[in-house]
């Protein structure tokens, strides 16, 4: 599995086909995870998959569930549906159109180190919970190897360093900013204690805290998990 995801890693800006299938093969990875964790499962379930990208996440997941909802900011073109409980829709994540407490589930996956406002991505998130529903999110810490997306690893050097770097290394693609890295939206630094100390004013509870990849639970070590961590998972549930 791990050598299948490298590959499918190193192949996903190909084309929207190779991100969907990357997406996709994670998909399959946290359907199990959330089986796992979940009591009664994801088969009732109504799920939001905020920043769903290309739909690899919510087409995966509408295979298990009631219904799923994936939302982005833009859609380069509409994602196949592929089932009639899959619905998208374009809205900003942390400004949904949906009422309060209408999903079971939210997955937010690699899109809060994306958003300036962290604190508001979480608040939108819980007030779309009903009562006792979950979370999924996840990240790459800002410190660890991949925390810094393209600019890694010299993110670790600071942001003027990595866009000089960047810019000398992409000079048809030069960025001026974080904030700007990605088009419309940027890259913000985003911790695992940052995640946690958020949630203490939020009405979330965190029931797991794990590393997706590798498989062996650096994101608990003190510390070394904002360094180790490739990409680290929570699961929050929705205080009654």
Not at 1 to 17: I, K
Not at 29 to 38: C, N, P
């Given at each position: 599995?791990?050598?299948?995801?490298?590959?499918?890693?190193?192949?996903?800006?190909?084309?929207?086909?190779d991100y969907r299938a990357f997406q996709a093969?994670?998909?399959?990875?946290?359907?199990?995870?959330?089986?796992?964790?979940?009591?009664?499962?994801?088969?009732?379930a109504r799920i939001l998959d905020l920043g769903c990208s290309h739909g690899g996440y919510a087409t995966t997941l509408a295979r298990n569930a009631h219904l799923v909802i994936g939302l982005d900011h833009r859609f380069s073109r509409p994602p196949p549906r592929g089932s009639d409980n899959l619905v998208f829709v374009c809205a900003d994540a942390t400004q949904t159109p949906f009422a309060d407490h209408c999903f079971d589930l939210v997955v937010c996956a690699s899109l809060v180190e994306h958003v300036p406002s962290p604190s508001g991505l979480l608040a939108e998130i819980a007030r779309l919970l009903s009562p006792e529903g979950w979370c999924y999110l996840s990240f790459p810490p800002y410190y660890s190897p991949h925390g810094g997306h393209h600019f890694s690893p010299f993110h670790l050097l600071g942001e003027r360093a990595a866009l000089k770097v960047h810019n000398l290394l992409h000079p048809q693609h030069?960025?001026?900013?974080?904030?700007?890295?990605?088009?419309?939206?940027?890259?913000?630094?985003?911790?695992?204690?940052?995640?946690?100390?958020?949630?203490?004013?939020?009405?979330?509870?965190?029931?797991d805290v794990s590393a997706r990849w590798p498989s062996f639970n650096t994101a608990r070590w003190p510390l070394l998990s904002e360094f180790l961590t490739w990409h680290v998972q929570f699961l929050l549930r929705k205080k009654a």
């Open positions: 599995d791990y050598f299948r995801f490298v590959l499918l890693a190193s192949r996903r800006f190909r084309s929207p086909q093969f994670q998909a399959r990875h946290l359907v199990a995870y959330l089986q796992r964790h979940i009591p009664g499962g994801l088969a009732q030069r960025l001026t900013s974080y904030a700007t890295a990605f088009g419309d939206c940027g890259l913000f630094k985003v911790t695992i204690s940052g995640v946690k100390d958020l949630l203490r004013r939020l009405p979330l509870e965190l029931w």
